[in-house]
């Protein structure tokens, strides 16, 4: 919801797989009122195929994975790059963000540092998909 209004030539879809999440992002859409903010839809990244760009205004041509790779298991990772290679043309990318170790130790501090991964954390899965109008 946050980038919408400061990126407004994409397109943002908001995704995750928990409805409580789901309800959560929406009110923030409807709160931001920025146009190209669409409507959140529910995303596992660990489903075979991805239903969301069935009727979008524009092809996918990049991911933004905000904070799921810090407390989700290996396999919902995978999953993410697996879902991206099938709905993301050759030119599009895949954006990480998150606290990460570097060398072994933790770039974040505070309560990112101590975060334990939780057996499936996919229901906190990608928070935000750009839509590009046009190339890169």
Same mark, same amino acid.
């Given at each position: 919801?946050?980038?919408?209004? =400061? ?6 879809? +908001? ?13 923030? $859409? ?9 409507? +959140?839809?529910?995303?596992? *990244?660990?489903? +075979? ?22 407390? !989700?298991?290996?396999? &919902? &990772? ?27 130790? =933790? ?9 334990? $991964?939780?057996?499936?954390?996919? !229901?906190?899965?990608?928070?935000? *998909? ?7």
């Amino acid at each position: 919801v946050f980038f919408a209004p =400061h990126l407004t030539q994409r397109y943002w879809l +908001p995704t995750d797989m928990d409805p409580a999440n789901l309800a959560s992002i929406a009110a923030w $859409r409807e709160e931001a009122d920025a146009a190209n903010l669409l409507p +959140p839809r529910q995303l596992d *990244v660990r489903d +075979p195929v991805w239903a969301i760009d069935c009727d979008l205004p524009a092809p996918v041509s990049a991911i933004v994975n905000i904070n799921m790779l810090l407390i !989700s298991p290996w396999s &919902c &990772c995978e999953a993410l790059f697996a879902g991206a290679a099938e709905t993301l043309n050759q030119r599009a990318v895949v954006t990480l963000y998150g606290p990460f170790k570097r060398d072994g130790v =933790h770039t974040a501090d505070g309560e990112w540092a101590s975060v334990k $991964r939780t057996p499936c954390a996919a !229901s906190l899965s990608i928070l935000g *998909v750009g839509i590009f109008e046009s190339g890169l």
